[in-house]
Nanobody, 124 residues
Framework: VQLQASGGGLVQAGGSLRLSCAAS????????VAWFRRPPGKEREFVAA?????????YYADSLKDRITISRDGAQNTVDLQMSGLNAEDTAVYYC?????????????????WGQGTQVTVSS
């Protein structure tokens, strides 16, 4: 499965961005899909995940859950991450990933396929 993350860019503090993760195969729809991020000089961290289509249960990092929404677009075969109220601490490379055990959703080492990442930079 090939994943393509897009939607990153430069945004002012307080602004919003919508990231999108597109997949090359329809098996994407029956797998968990997650977003992770790697801030400069830090470890990769969990942002959000969504269950298979028809399940739709969403998982969020506690520190971000009030400002982000993850969703599926079945027609486009994408998983989107809507982020609002952005601040400098949100500056990172954002990655999408898929194919993981349901018990490992929040841990990056469980994912089999990764996108190339998209840079989000928040200016103050």
């Amino acid at each position: 499965v090939q994943l393509q993350a897009s939607g990153g860019g430069l945004v002012q503090a307080g602004g919003s961005l919508r990231l999108s993760c597109a997949a090359s195969e329809r098996t994407f729809s029956v797998s968990f899909v997650a977003w992770f991020r790697r801030p400069p000089g830090k470890e990769r961290e969990f942002v959000a995940a969504v269950g298979p289509a028809g399940n739709g249960f969403a998982y969020y990092a506690d520190s971000l859950k009030d400002r982000i929404t993850i969703s599926r677009d079945g027609a486009q075969n994408t998983v989107d991450l809507q982020m609002s109220g952005l601040n400098a601490e949100d500056t990172a490379v954002y990655y999408c990933a898929t194919h993981v055990s349901p018990t490992r959703v929040r841990w990056s080492d469980g994912y089999r396929y990764w996108g190339q990442g998209t840079q989000v930079t928040v200016s103050s």
